[in-house]
T-cell receptor, first 118, second 114 residues
Framework: NAGVMQNPRHLVRRRGQEARLRCSPMKGHSHVYWYRQLPEEGLKFMVYLQKENIIDESGMPKERFSAEFPKEGPSILRIQQVVRGDSAAYFC????????????????FGPGTRLLVL | AQSVTQLGSHVSVSEGALVLLRCNYSSSVPPYLFWYVQYPNQGLQLLLKYTSAATLVKGINGFEAEFKKSETSFHLTKPSAHMSDAAEYFCAVSSSGSARQLTFGSGTQLTVLP
């Protein structure tokens, strides 16, 4: 059973370009989470999605960032007009459908995409 | 609101010595608590989790953690450190309820000395 897949593993962009980060959840998982890790810091929650639905985007910057999880295909985190401050590791995690209200299923993390903005 | 504090950004122990990594949490509702380990340039691997069952939780690689509600703590321990334990360790909290995001501490870098 393959784990969470992310690609690319490393991405270099110049200021003003667009970055697209992809995440394929574990088989059978329908919930995806994106986190950002700045150098020397812990992970910060960005967005939580189910298929075709954004559930919680309270951690997403208001501008330039968007996320989707279409019915078919991977989840995409898109950063438009990147700036140097966007340089970070972006991690995707997936979990199965919660078993009940208030339950917390384990989140399994991918290897991350390391974005460098020149 | 929920938060996690990891005391000590860097911890060094000798091989074979006790490992103790501290984590204190804040949560307005009963929490779920997790410890993850991150090796260089890799993703996070789950070590163990607390979900309101037994307060002493055993995880992989010989690690365990004890949930102490009165102290709002969830410290990670291992009786005898191994060189392969050198990594960064993150404590995380998620509150029971509809919010499922994890809130992470800032991490503790563990160094194991020969």
């Amino acid at each position: 059973n393959a784990g969470v897949m992310q690609n690319p593993r490393h991405l270099v962009r110049r200021r003003g370009q667009e970055a697209r980060l992809r995440c394929s959840p574990m088989k059978g998982h329908s919930h995806v989470y994106w986190y950002r890790q700045l150098p020397e810091e812990g992970l910060k929650f960005m967005v939580y999605l189910q298929k075709e639905n954004i559930i919680d985007e309270s951690g997403m910057p208001k501008e330039r960032f968007s996320a989707e999880f279409p019915k078919e295909g991977p989840s995409i985190l898109r950063i438009q007009q990147v700036v140097r401050g966007d340089s970070a590791a972006y991690f995707c995690a997936s979990s199965p459908r919660p078993s009940g209200r208030g339950s917390q299923e384990t989140q399994y993390f991918g290897p991350g995409t390391r974005l460098l903005v020149l | 609101a929920q938060s996690v504090t990891q005391l000590g950004s860097h911890v060094s122990v000798s091989e074979g010595a006790l490992v103790l990594l501290r984590c204190n949490y804040s949560s307005s509702v009963p929490p779920y608590l997790f410890w993850y380990v991150q090796y260089p340039n890799q993703g996070l691997q789950l070590l163990l989790k607390y979900t309101s069952a037994a307060t002493l939780v055993k995880g992989i690689n010989g690690f365990e953690a004890e949930f102490k509600k009165s102290e709002t703590s969830f410290h990670l321990t291992k009786p005898s450190a191994h060189m392969s334990d050198a990594a960064e360790y993150f404590c995380a909290v998620s509150s029971s309820g509809s919010a499922r995001q994890l809130t992470f501490g800032s991490g503790t870098q563990l160094t194991v000395l020969p």
